[in-house]
């Protein structure tokens, strides 16, 4: 499912040159959990203990976090010091002695060698940025949990839908069975009146009887609209008792899918037929939320 968190958070006290800690996390549909990770280079270190913290709270969807360390503005504005300069000036003399093809260190190299001197190890933002990671993946999932509420309604929604359809194939059957005995019995009289009178072979009466027997049992779908209302049953017990339901849903998704085929399958009049793609069409509905469900 969707959602999105963003959370921010004072350095660490031992980070003297202040600073804020930013974590982002966006999740979109997916069928299985493929998380990436973006990380600044202070706290690359802690990729791993935020994958666990990620998979522990996560079980489906394509999730993106990204941590970042914005500078304090004492550590943006302070001037590297005498001796951190004095240090940067000897190792370079030290490099140009063996390498006298080499150019000087121009003003932004500089700064940019003493910050990275001055920067704190990345296991100092470890216990800030695990912290905000709870707080995001918290707000990720509350988000989520409001967007599952609306998938539920949806999907009792078409559960519902299906049901309606289900009553209506129920009675088609029965009729039509009727109206095929109607057309055996009219062809039995034509068969009687083209005899003039003789007596028609048992074989021949067997025979249209046999014919009718077929046809009953061919477009018998009561089976199938037994079944399909078991499954629906079984998806709005789930809906209403919440929790990781995603590939329950699924499976039983493939089993509706497979009953609504076999109706058409057996149809044998155009409205057993649009029954069928009716339910077939709201089904794929179902399915490509399902999918997104956790």
Request: charged share 25%; net charge negative.
């Amino acid at each position: 499912m969707t959602g999105y968190a963003s959370v921010q958070g004072e350095a660490p006290p031992a980070q003297a040159a202040g600073g804020r800690l930013g974590l982002e996390i966006r999740s979109v549909n997916s069928r299985f959990l493929d998380l990436s990770l973006r990380l600044a280079d202070e706290v690359r270190t802690l990729e791993p203990q935020l994958r666990a913290l990620v998979s522990e709270r996560l079980k489906r969807g394509k999730i993106e976090l990204r941590a970042f360390v914005e500078a304090g503005e004492a550590q943006s504005l302070q001037p590297p010091s005498p001796q951190l300069l004095q240090r940067v000036a000897a190792l370079q003399d030290g490099v140009r002695a063996w390498l006298a093809e080499a150019g000087p260190l121009s003003v932004g190299e500089t700064l940019r060698l003493c910050a990275q001197t001055g920067t704190a190890q990345p296991a100092d933002w470890g216990p800030a940025l695990l912290a905000l990671a709870r707080q995001a993946l918290d707000a990720l999932l509350a988000a989520r949990e409001r967007e599952g509420a609306r998938l539920a309604l949806m999907l009792d929604e078409r559960v519902g839908q299906l049901r309606a359809l289900a009553q209506e194939a129920v009675p088609l059957v029965p009729q039509l069975v009727q109206q095929q005995r109607q057309r055996f019995l009219e062809r039995w009289a034509q068969a009687m009146q083209l005899a003039d009178g003789a007596a028609v072979p048992d074989a021949a009466q067997e025979r249209a009887l046999a014919e009718a027997a077929a046809f009953a049992l061919r477009i018998d779908v009561a089976e199938e609209i037994t079944r399909l209302q078991s499954h629906l049953d079984e998806i709005a017990r789930l809906i209403a008792r919440g929790g990781e339901i995603g590939k329950r849903l699924d499976f039983l998704i493939q089993e509706l899918h497979r009953e609504a085929n076999t109706l058409g399958s057996k149809s044998a009049s155009i409205e057993l037929t649009r029954i069928s793609v009716d339910m077939k069409v709201l089904i794929e509905q179902m399915r490509e939320q399902v999918q997104n469900i956790e």
